[in-house]
């Protein structure tokens, strides 16, 4: 603790105290009920970061205004009296924990989606807060003046259920950052045009909400400092709009960044841990007031030096509070080299929420919603697991069973464990995906009754000196290589400029940092494709890429692909989209777009055109163990080539297995 003691001081702002500077930031989750209500698995879910250690839990935005303020596919409301009951539920099960809880205020606005509320959304003026986003009207006075009081109204609720604080919601792309945003707001009234007039509606509903939960309640307002678009407010103009409406707030939650900007707002995972304190720092400059920053903040020993030297008051941490909800504790106890680092690859959060409408999970944490209770079961008989493939599902798949009392081996055929994103991790921008195995490596050593065998291959023979009760089958993928001309021939060929991902990674140092002039071509629009095109564009090659579907990224989550996006247009990348390649040579492709055929020159050349599942002794031993009883299981991208999140949760479940087994 005296390692971290910024951290772990407590903060009195009014009639509260945070007993640490460790604050949930909001997130939407998908977990309420479909009228609105917070849901049972939801308290449950923020119980868990209670219980580990967290000193301020901020509530994910609920609906001061339904159904013109709704946003998300079940978010929590606010609107109406009936929703005090669980709410209260979940303020006093936070409260057993010492843990201090606020819930957001928020208004959608523009954000709203017509289909789901039913009615042309509303703004501060008749312009879409995205791009291709649906043309809301404009709010007229008395109706902005009507929605004021519902955030008055709201904030009272709150107050009777027993939070501890508000947050008003004034950034993000929702309503008051509409108003204050130049971007959004057009209006000529007293509403739009100057820093004074665009500040108008935030400041009228602080001075509304302060009026009714009276002078000792804490508010607290998040904003976007920076909108990082062009036409957008700087932090320079932040500055004078708070200077309007930041009386009535008593701690500043500094975000940033807006809809067509949310790579910085839902940070990539290529910004530096705690990128954003800047942020922070002048608006407490300029106000003297607690301030919350947040941003990629992973290492204690970060937001220490954050608190240190005074850049923030409160360190914010949103999906790293889903990826380990223990984080503070595991901080305060001295086992920081346990915390399960958020890798912010922005998918089972952020992809599965916003793009699909789904529940959050999250890739590193296979168990967001049921926690680690599972540690406490144990096996009621002797059980042998055996897991080829050291890769992340595998890893998973051993850990766990280990946990639970299982004698496991691990079997990798490298000379070390981690997989895939061991090797992916070594491009720039991805070497934070390196914390993930590097926590499961970590674990694994750490248990006793997990075996493992590097260089080693796992044939039927080796594998039966075990006497495995369960094998599990997690020998991952490899890159696909389709049966185009010249393509097996070149691909990482002496005297060849054609590279795979793996080849590419291999000779990752060997690249000049500067390559203006040289051409590079990368056959294949998918993550692995961009990411070979992100470094080498940065580098300031002229960089193509060749994709046959209509567009690149299909399947990026949404956070990763609103900055690709804006890494292709920043950097001049050439996109070929609807084009197919067909012939490799060592120094040019032969693509088809439409009828015609075209010869791409290249001075470095990259096919990443997928992976495909690799399960080199499946055969073998389903074969050798026809007549036993054990059970063979297949997971992870051996079954089929998937996403990291998806092969955790396969190596996690084999929980299910031991207990249809009767084992546990």
């Known amino acids: 603790m005296g390692k971290y003691s910024s951290i772990f001081e407590p903060l009195t702002v009014k009639q509260m105290t945070i007993p640490n500077r460790i604050v949930m930031t909001p997130m939407g989750t998908n977990f309420g009920e479909q009228n609105g209500e917070m849901s049972f698995l939801h308290i449950n879910y923020y119980e868990q970061r209670a219980m580990g250690g967290t000193g301020l839990i901020i509530v994910e935005n609920a609906c001061v205004d339904y159904p013109c303020g709704s946003n998300g596919t079940t978010q929590l409301r606010i609107d109406h009296d009936n929703y005090i009951p669980r709410l209260y539920k979940l303020v006093e099960t936070i409260h057993k924990h010492n843990t201090k809880i606020a819930i957001q205020l928020n208004h959608a606005g523009a954000s709203a989606v017509e289909e789901r509320i039913g009615m042309q959304p509303v703004s501060a003026s008749a312009v879409a807060n995205k791009k291709g986003g649906a043309l809301p009207r404009a709010l007229e006075k008395e109706e902005i003046l009507k929605i004021v009081q519902s955030y008055a109204k709201a904030a009272k609720r709150a107050q009777i259920i027993g939070f501890d604080a508000v947050e008003i919601h004034a ?25 004074e007039n665009r500040a108008r509606f935030a400041k009228l509903v602080l001075e509304a909400v302060r009026k009714e939960v009276g002078p000792q309640f804490p508010i ?72 919350i920053t947040t941003g990629n903040i992973r290492d204690p020993k970060v937001a220490e030096d954050i608190l240190k030297r005074g850049d923030a008051d409160l360190i914010g941490m949103g999906r790293q509070m889903i990826a380990d909800p223990n984080w503070t504790n595991k901080v305060h106890y001295g086992k920081e080299d346990t915390i399960r680092k958020c890798i912010s690859c922005n998918i089972g959060c952020s992809g599965h929420r916003i793009g699909l409408n789904r529940p959050i ?18 096996v009621k008989k002797p059980c042998n697991v055996v897991v080829i493939g050291g890769g992340t599902a595998g890893l998973e798949a051993a850990c766990t069973a280990a946990e639970v009392g299982c004698t496991t081996f691990l079997i990798e055929k490298e000379d070390h464990v981690g997989g895939l994103s061991v090797a992916i991790s070594k491009i720039p921008d991805k070497r934070r995906l390196r914390d993930f195995p590097d926590y499961l490596i970590h674990r694994a050593q750490s248990l006793r009754n997990l075996i493992t065998f590097t260089e080693t291959t796992a044939t039927p023979a080796f594998v039966k000196m075990l006497k495995p009760d369960f094998i599990i089958n997690a020998t991952g993928s490899t890159p696909l290589l389709p049966p185009i001309s010249g393509l097996r021939e070149n691909i990482d060929a002496e005297g060849s400029r054609v590279s795979g991902i793996l080849g590419m990674i291999q000779n990752i140092e060997h690249y000049p940092n500067e390559l203006d002039g040289k051409k590079v071509c990368v056959v294949g629009g998918g993550a692995v494709g961009l990411d070979v095109v992100e470094f080498f564009a940065k580098r300031g090659a002229a960089v193509s890429i060749v994709e046959m579907l209509p567009v690149v990224g299909k399947d990026l989550d949404t956070v990763t692909k609103v900055g690709t996006y804006d890494m292709l247009e920043k950097h001049q990348v050439q996109v070929l989209t609807s084009t197919a390649l067909q012939e490799v040579h060592k120094d040019h492709f032969v693509v088809k777009r439409g009828d015609a055929m075209e010869t791409l020159d290249f001075d470095y050349g990259f096919v990443c055109l997928g992976m495909r599942a690799y399960s080199p002794v499946m055969e073998d031993l389903k074969q050798a163990f026809a007549d036993e009883d054990v059970e063979l299981l297949n997971i992870g991208d051996s079954v089929r080539a998937r996403r990291i999140i998806d092969g955790v949760a396969e190596g996690r479940n084999i929980l299910n297995a031991l207990k249809k087994r009767e084992f546990l």
């Open 220 to 291: 607290l307002v998040r904003i976007s400092a920076d909108e990082f678009l062009e036409g957008g407010n700087t932090l320079e103009d932040t500055l004078k709009l708070l200077e309007y409406f930041q009386q009535e707030a008593d701690i500043i939650d500094v975000s940033c960044g807006l809809v067509d900007s949310i790579q910085y707002q839902i940070d990539a995972n290529y910004l530096e841990d705690g990128w954003r304190s800047y942020m922070a720092k002048a608006v407490k400059e300029a106000f003297d007031k607690p301030v």
């Open 361 to 378: 999970r999250c890739t590193v944490n296979p168990s967001v919603n049921e926690g680690e209770d599972y540690r406490s079961w144990k």
């Open 171 to 195: 950034g993000h792309s929702y309503l008051i950052n509409q108003f204050l945003s130049p971007l959004t707001n057009k209006r000529e009234d007293e509403f739009g045009g100057s820093y």
